[in-house]
């Protein structure tokens, strides 16, 4: 009798050889790297945050400075021989319309007045800076307003703000800034020319506390962290 021909069976192929395939599949995509219009609101946000604290480094400095100046000056009234002098020329239309002339003060009041210049020019390049903020807020807050036909978002960027707040926020902090600087101007062309005691102490004590930096500077700063993560 003929032998009957078996045909052989195939293998099955093992499935745990997708298993690892299939695992990488499941992970989790990483997070992706924000774009467009909230890229640069946080990024204006950290923007405010480093300027903020840069004005109140130079706002310290800026303490000290006025705080030698009136010592220096209380000191020279108080002197009746100073062993170290230097004749300060008054400007021709100074605040206080004095007249043109020279005036014995301790020598150092020159470095001091030198540097309190230099401190408020810090300042006023940060004020602009502000300004640069918002106006790029404005922006953001155009195009939105442009791809929405006139009406804003009801998705927020974040977690909870409309793009709207963001200007505001900056809005106001930049208004407490810009009014602060004249301050500081103010008081560094008069307090090397103030003969007043009492003249001199406002001076100091005016420069420290910031009369137009609302105490809500700080809330207004952390809710903007705080809703584009950076806190």
Request: aromatic content about 6%; some cysteine; hydrophobic content about 30%.
């Amino acid at each position: 009798m003929a032998e009957t021909s078996k045909t052989p069976k195939k293998k099955r192929h093992s499935t745990s050889s997708t298993a690892s395939g299939d695992s990488v599949s499941k992970q989790s995509p990483k997070p992706t790297a924000l774009t467009g219009s909230s890229r640069k609101i946080k990024d204006h946000c950290a923007d405010w945050h480093n300027y903020i604290n840069k004005w109140d480094s130079i706002n310290d400095q800026g303490f000290q400075l006025v705080s030698s100046i009136a010592n220096c000056k209380i000191q020279a009234q108080s002197s009746e021989a100073p062993e170290k002098t230097v004749n300060v020329i008054t400007r021709e239309g100074d605040i206080n319309n004095l007249q043109e002339g020279s005036h014995k003060m301790p020598v150092e009041l020159n470095d001091y007045c030198t540097q309190l210049e230099t401190a408020y020019n810090s300042m006023s390049k940060l004020v602009k800076k502000m300004e640069i903020i918002c106006t790029n807020l404005k922006g953001v807050c155009d195009l939105e307003l442009h791809q929405n036909n006139g009406a804003w978002s009801d998705k927020p960027l974040f977690q909870t703000w409309p793009t709207k707040l963001f200007y505001d926020a900056s809005s106001e902090l930049l208004s407490m800034y810009k009014k602060e600087l004249p301050i500081k101007q103010i008081i560094l062309q008069e307090i090397a020319h103030t003969e007043d005691r009492d003249r001199l102490m406002f001076y100091v004590a005016t420069w420290l506390h910031q009369p137009y930096i609302e105490d809500n500077s700080k809330t207004l700063l952390e809710s903007m962290l705080v809703e584009t993560g950076h806190r």
